[in-house]
């Protein structure tokens, strides 16, 4: 149980266009989820909180009008990088919480790899 | 200062070698702490759980240190298929959200 799916797991695109990364909490509803960035022989760092029905909210310093997040379902998140540039070619990945698991609950997608060129 | 600490290593140990890592950590309100595993290019998963008492799971044991905050993380008979980055992981003060440290490599040669 709790899987989360994650897609695409890599996409490469042309600087200056979007991209779309959604985020499925296949077995269980999670009215959170969380948006991660890694960069190379770095740690994950939290991006912004997804919540169901309102608005995401976005840790210090990250831009919420280049990340555009969307939460319109208890099983799905979206994360639209706006306008990409090399710069934003990282490792995200997605995790949702599942109150009625162990470990507070978190479970992480497999992550999309993006190439910004 | 980080809200959680770690040594990046790498850590190169033979098979069957003992090797433990620490984390540190600032926010002394933490009451559970969690090893997560994550190999190149993946997710991470997790390994285990750290609550006062410790934990013990197998070849892996988790210790807390609350006077000294810090959590370890010990391998007893280490496999070639523990090689990855092992992240510390703490939630943050009256949140439910996770802090990352950067993770300690280990790397476990034949």
């Known amino acids: 149980g709790a899987v989360v799916s994650q897609h695409p797991s890599w996409v490469i695109c042309k600087s200056g266009t979007s991209v779309k990364i959604e985020c499925r909490s296949l077995d269980f509803q999670a009215t959170t989820m969380f948006w991660y960035r890694q960069f190379p022989k770095q740690s994950l760092m939290l991006m912004a909180t997804?919540?169901?029905?309102?608005?995401?909210?976005?840790e210090q310093g990250v831009e919420k009008d280049k990340f555009l997040i969307n939460h319109a379902s208890l099983t799905l998140s979206t994360l639209t990088v706006t306008s990409a540039h090399p710069e934003d070619s990282s490792f995200y990945i997605c995790?949702?919480?599942?109150?009625?698991?162990?470990?507070?609950?978190?479970?992480f997608g497999s992550g999309t790899r993006l190439t910004v060129v | 200062r980080k809200e959680v600490e770690q040594d990046p290593g790498p850590f190169n140990v033979p098979e069957g070698a003992t090797v433990a890592f620490n984390c540190t950590y600032s926010n002394s309100a933490s009451q559970s702490f969690f090893w997560y595993r994550q190999d190149c290019r993946k997710e991470p998963k997790l390994l285990m759980s750290?609550?006062?008492s410790g934990n013990e799971d197998g070849r892996f044991t988790a210790q807390l240190n609350r006077a000294s905050q810090y959590i370890s993380l010990l391998i007893r008979d280490s496999k070639l298929s523990d090689s990855a980055t092992y992240l510390c992981v703490a939630p943050k003060r009256n949140t439910d959200k996770l802090i990352f440290g950067t993770g300690t490599r280990l790397q476990v040669f034949p």
């Open positions: 995790s949702a919480r599942d109150l009625n698991r162990d470990g507070l609950g978190y479970t």
């Open positions: 750290v609550y006062s």
């Open positions: 997804s919540n169901e029905g309102s608005k995401a909210t976005y």
